[in-house]
């Protein structure tokens, strides 16, 4: 099935670093996501995006929606260790028009040395 | 308030034989989405309950099938399992109505391992 290609794979970063992390698709979505999957649990939806050129926060975390729709961002400021975990990007079509799935990027494994 | 429940949390088969997970829906949700999660990867789309009928599936063989029930839980049945089919199985619940927005909120999912 498609997935997103979302980058880097994997990134060890200090205590109290900004964390940077992308996702890009060949599609357009109307909506994007941002999850995050400790080990043995479900994804925790982090970030809700609607709109193109959208800048939202929750907390240390920013996310965007690119202009094209076909891509989004997520910022972590000032890490911390609970910050570990493995963040996933998700891409949504329009419901409207019948899409209700969502299509999710690889991961990102993030790593915080304290 | 109860978030999205799922069970059993670990579940482990032979091939050939059958298999039905179950998860009930956030507590105001009416719309159930199951995923699958291989080892490394990010969930792929199986199917989408909305209304006790099945409104979009993913790229899934009819092996797997599923039921939504008047109260909005649901079950995934995988038949003739595979080696393959072994994964981590998500719920996710969301409002369904709406035709804009519909955030999708999972559960902490079954693992399967087929053998």
């Given at each position: 099935?498609?997935?997103?290609?979302?980058?880097?794979?994997?990134?060890?970063?200090?205590?109290?670093?900004?964390?940077?992390?992308?996702?890009?698709?060949?599609?357009i979505f109307n909506t994007w996501?941002?999850?995050?999957?400790?080990?043995?649990?479900?994804?925790?939806?982090?970030?809700?995006l609607y709109k193109a050129g959208e800048?939202?926060?929750?907390?240390?975390?920013?996310?965007q929606f690119g202009i094209t729709r076909k891509d989004s961002?997520?910022?972590?400021?000032?890490?911390?260790?609970?910050?570990?975990?493995?963040?996933?990007?998700?891409?949504?079509?329009?419901?409207?028009?019948?899409?209700?799935?969502?299509?999710?990027?690889?991961?990102?494994?993030?790593?915080?040395?304290? | 308030?109860?978030?999205?429940?799922?069970?059993?949390?670990?579940?482990?088969?032979?091939?050939?034989?059958?298999?039905?997970?179950?998860?009930?829906?956030?507590?105001?949700?009416?719309?159930?989405?199951?995923?699958?999660?291989?080892?490394?990867?990010?969930?792929?789309?199986?199917?989408?309950?909305?209304?006790?009928?099945?409104?979009?599936?993913?790229?899934?063989?009819?092996?797997?099938?599923?039921?939504?029930?008047?109260?909005?839980?649901?079950?995934?049945?995988?038949?003739?399992?595979?080696?393959?089919?072994?994964?981590?199985?998500?719920?996710?619940?969301?409002?369904?109505?709406?035709?804009?927005?519909?955030?999708?909120?999972?559960?902490?999912?079954?693992?399967?391992?087929?053998?």
């Amino acid at each position: 099935g498609q997935q997103l290609n979302q980058s880097p794979q994997s990134m060890f970063i200090q205590e109290g670093e900004d964390v940077s992390m992308n996702c890009t698709s060949s599609s357009i979505f109307n909506t994007w996501l941002w999850y995050k999957q400790d080990p043995g649990e479900g994804p925790v939806l982090l970030i809700a995006l609607y709109k193109a050129g959208e800048l939202t926060s929750n907390g240390r975390l920013t996310a965007q929606f690119g202009i094209t729709r076909k891509d989004s961002f997520l910022n972590i400021s000032a890490s911390i260790p609970s910050d570990v975990g493995i963040y996933f990007c998700a891409g949504q079509g329009s419901p409207g028009a019948g899409s209700y799935q969502l299509t999710f990027g690889k991961g990102t494994k993030l790593s915080v040395i304290p | 308030d109860a978030g999205v429940t799922q069970s059993p949390t670990h579940l482990i088969k032979t091939r050939g034989q059958q298999v039905t997970l179950r998860c009930s829906p956030k507590s105001g949700h009416d719309t159930v989405s199951w995923y699958q999660q291989a080892l490394g990867q990010g969930p792929q789309f199986i199917f989408q309950y909305y209304e006790e009928e099945e409104r979009q599936r993913g790229n899934f063989p009819d092996r797997f099938s599923g039921h939504q029930f008047p109260n909005y839980s649901s079950e995934l049945n995988v038949n003739a399992l595979l080696l393959g089919d072994s994964a981590l199985y998500l719920c996710a619940s969301s409002l369904g109505g709406g035709k804009v927005h519909n955030e999708q909120f999972f559960g902490p999912g079954t693992r399967l391992t087929v053998l």
